[in-house]
């Protein structure tokens, strides 16, 4: 169970002119409201999240019989950092890039010529 002032993440599940609806968990729903998006003007929310687009939102009040939590994410940093697995160390690190930047700008070089003539 989360309280007010906790942050949890949550699935955007629609957009409307006031709000956004969040999906919690399996029993709880909630809504950012357009007032709790920003500390400035909102003119369009689709400029803030998308459908199906996991974010972090802050607890401000919970309704338990009804299994709704209002949200806010204008005071928080609400975007998820993409998920990435361990980064490899190889043995060869940037020598592929090394040895092909010649190459790239040569022809580069060359097309731009044959623009220019």
Sequence with gaps: MFQVGDIVE??????SDYGIFIRIDEVYTGLVHI???SNYFVKNILDYV????????EVIEIEKEEKHVKLSIKN??????PRYGKIKDTKTGFKPLQMKLPI??????????????
């Design 10 to 15: 949550g699935i955007v599940t629609g957009v």
């Design 50 to 57: 998308s459908v199906g687009e996991n974010i972090l939102c």
């Design 35 to 37: 007032s709790e998006i």
């Design 104 to 117: 790239w700008i040569r022809e580069k070089l060359e097309e731009i010529k044959g623009i220019t003539d």
């Design 76 to 81: 928080i940093n609400y975007r998820l950092i």
